[in-house]
Antibody, heavy 123, light 105 residues
């Protein structure tokens, strides 16, 4: 069964850091680009970051650029999101999502999603 | 940045109705447009990719059309399980529309 399982969310104070993980199974992880997408409570979807199959191409939304870092470990079938200098507006459910293509860029879509991990930034 | 708009923001419809949702991009995105369905408490589901290609396993009552800046998602005969929020996503530079909530009339 194709599956993505996120972990690492929780309650964190503004300015602090958090690292999210996504464990993939049921498909050849290193054949595909991967992404993080978030959804604030009661709001719409926001793409956060994407990474190509070999980490050669990476992109970020302007709202997180310079604060968040995406990475992957193909040997461990895992995707990560290091989130630094967290703000209240980063509060959201963070989804890990698989891209049907190997590269990140034009044409990216999200064909498999995890169930998300909640990040709450509050003092 | 490419801005995406959707209309309407919400609609009420009955089972069996034909439903059309529109998505508009602030600049041409060719056919780089995907559609997703999200039900409460669930992750989104890919319905249509590249503007008009039906994702595997998605019922044929869903269809997509358009290119350039104007796109539509059509549900030919609304079913009870189709009540949800629908998002378009431009994959030219990656970004979502604000969503259209479809609920029961």
């Amino acid at each position: 069964e194709v599956q993505l399982v996120e972990s690492g969310g929780g309650l964190v104070q503004p300015g602090r850091s958090l690292r999210l993980s996504c464990a993939a199974s049921g498909f050849t992880f290193d054949d595909y680009a991967m992404h993080w997408v978030r959804q604030a409570p009661g709001k719409g979807l926001e793409w956060v970051s994407g990474i190509s199959w070999n980490s050669g191409s990476i992109g970020y939304a302007d709202s997180v650029k310079g604060r968040f870092t995406i990475s992957r470990d193909n040997a461990k079938n895992s995707l990560y999101l290091q989130m630094n200098s967290l703000r209240a507006e980063d509060t959201a459910l963070y989804y890990c999502a698989k891209d049907p293509q190997y590269y990140y860029g034009s044409g990216s879509a999200f064909d498999i999603w995890g169930q998300g991990t909640m990040v709450t930034v509050s003092s | 940045d490419i801005q995406m708009t959707q209309s309407p923001s919400s609609l009420s419809a009955s089972v069996g109705d034909r439903v059309t949702i529109t998505c508009r991009a602030s600049q041409s995105i060719s056919s780089y447009l995907n559609w997703y369905q999200q039900k409460p408490g669930k992750a989104p589901k890919l319905l249509i990719y590249a503007a008009s290609s039906l994702q595997s396993g998605v019922p044929s009552r869903f269809s997509g059309s358009g290119s350039g800046t104007d796109f539509t998602l059509t549900i030919s005969s609304l079913q009870p399980e189709d009540f949800a929020t629908y998002y378009c996503q431009q994959s030219y530079s990656t970004g979502f529309g604000p969503g259209t909530k479809v609920d029961i009339k």
